[in-house]
């Protein structure tokens, strides 16, 4: 916990180190034309009532600045909380082994294969591409298949609603 709250204040300092100090605005007079300062009716002010609106709009980018640096730590800590959550092989870009009950939750695909796409790969009518793991026995053209999910992010095919033991994988 220290380390997040110590990357959010570094995090906070170095947004903050980057863009100038409201002090440094030069006011509104100077930001604007005269001929915009004109045409927006400010030139009637006194410079008591100019430095009120420099004030608020000081005080906006302020606060525009710290609002910034707080989605962005916010954003840091987010990122670093998945990481802490992801299993340690796929922190290593490896799939994820753990065999929890959360592929029962991923819905099966129906779809029309619409034919080969070469070797052990085929298509489906909704642009995918899939391939067995093993060999696919049977003929799948114009034929209802489909994947369902199974443990460790793996899926299998069911040929017209028969579960066959064929692993496929997604290609596209």
Not at 3 to 27: I, N
Not at 53 to 60: C, Y
Not at 106 to 131: I, R, Y
Request: contains cysteine.
């Amino acid at each position: 916990m220290k380390s997040l709250l110590a990357l959010f204040l570094a995090t906070g300092a170095l947004v903050l180190a980057q863009l100038p100090p409201p002090s440094m605005f030069p006011g509104i007079k100077t930001v604007m034309s005269p001929e915009e300062f004109a045409r927006a009716g400010l030139s009637g002010l006194s410079p008591d009532q100019l430095g009120l609106i420099d004030a608020a709009v000081i005080r906006h980018y302020a606060r525009t600045v710290a609002t910034a640096a707080n989605q962005q730590a916010t954003q840091i800590v987010q990122q670093q909380n998945t990481e802490q959550k992801r299993g340690f092989l796929e922190r290593f870009g490896m799939p994820d082994l753990s065999f929890s009950q959360e592929w029962r939750d991923v819905p099966n695909l129906k779809a029309k294969c619409t034919g080969w796409a070469g070797g052990n790969s085929f298509k489906l009518d909704n642009g995918q591409v899939w391939e067995g793991l093993e060999p696919i026995p049977m003929e799948l053209t114009n034929r209802e298949v489909e994947i369902q999910s199974r443990p460790a992010g793996n899926f299998a095919l069911a040929v017209d609603g028969q579960n066959t033991t064929i692993r496929v994988h997604r290609i596209k």
